[in-house]
């Protein structure tokens, strides 16, 4: 038989790829109930080397993801984020965070430059195939909230309501300035808080006025 049709795999020597490795980071004590799913989740569905470790000892690892325990909420958790972006540039972060069923948490979380966001009570289900995905070079974020990959777009009229909301007036002061009915007002700020990803005026108004996530020039009229 010629040797020109033989396994060239047979004549080669493989190398095996370094087993990927995973740091889990706390970001603060009240966060600890979540490290147990974490770690369960971690040991049963990742096939990787993980370690708990705090950030100053993160980089002796190198680790290819590191999936930070978070209250999004929290100054000093957001910190930790932003120090893990600092120290380890090339690596992968993976957000583990409760939310209140809006999208609030995943929205700080991906705008702070997380690569993928994990609900709490999604750990068991969602924090492998997350990483995977992040190692992939993907951005994960729960089904509910996908509007955060992109910025969302308003009608004009959306834009106008949202303006006056933010100026502190109620749904019937904004009917009577806008000329419309108030059940047309709420009309409006539902499909606004839709795609803002959130359940109320505060929450909303707190979103557009925040400088970080640059909302404002999409979500209100032009001045």
């Known amino acids: 038989m010629s040797r020109a049709f033989a396994d060239p795999v047979a004549t080669r020597r493989l190398h095996a790829a370094r087993e990927r490795r995973a740091g889990v980071v706390i970001a603060d004590t009240s966060c600890r109930d979540i490290m147990t799913p974490v770690l369960a ?57 409760r939310d209140n069923g809006s999208a609030i948490a995943a929205r700080r979380a991906l705008n702070a430059g997380a690569d993928a966001f994990v609900r709490a009570d999604d750990v068991e289900r969602a924090l492998a195939p997350a990483l995977d995905a992040v190692m992939a070079g993907l951005v994960c974020a729960p089904r509910g909230a996908r509007r955060l990959i992109a910025k969302p777009t308003f009608s004009h009229r959306e834009k106008e309501v949202l303006e006056l909301l933010v100026a502190g007036l109620t749904n019937r002061q904004i009917g009577a300035r806008l000329y419309l009915a108030e059940s047309t007002v709420k009309t409006h700020l539902a499909s606004a808080f839709a795609k803002l990803g959130v359940r109320s005026r505060k929450d909303a108004v707190a979103l557009l006025l925040d400088p970080d996530e640059g909302l404002a020039t999409a979500a209100l009229p032009p001045r």
């Open 41 to 97: 989740a971690l040991a049963q569905r990742w096939a990787g080397t993980v370690s708990v470790r705090n950030v100053a000892h993160l980089a002796g690892d190198r680790p290819d993801a590191v999936v930070l325990v978070a209250d999004c909420a929290a100054a000093a958790s957001m910190a930790t984020l932003r120090r893990i972006q600092s120290e380890l540039p090339a690596a992968h972060l993976v957000v583990v965070a």
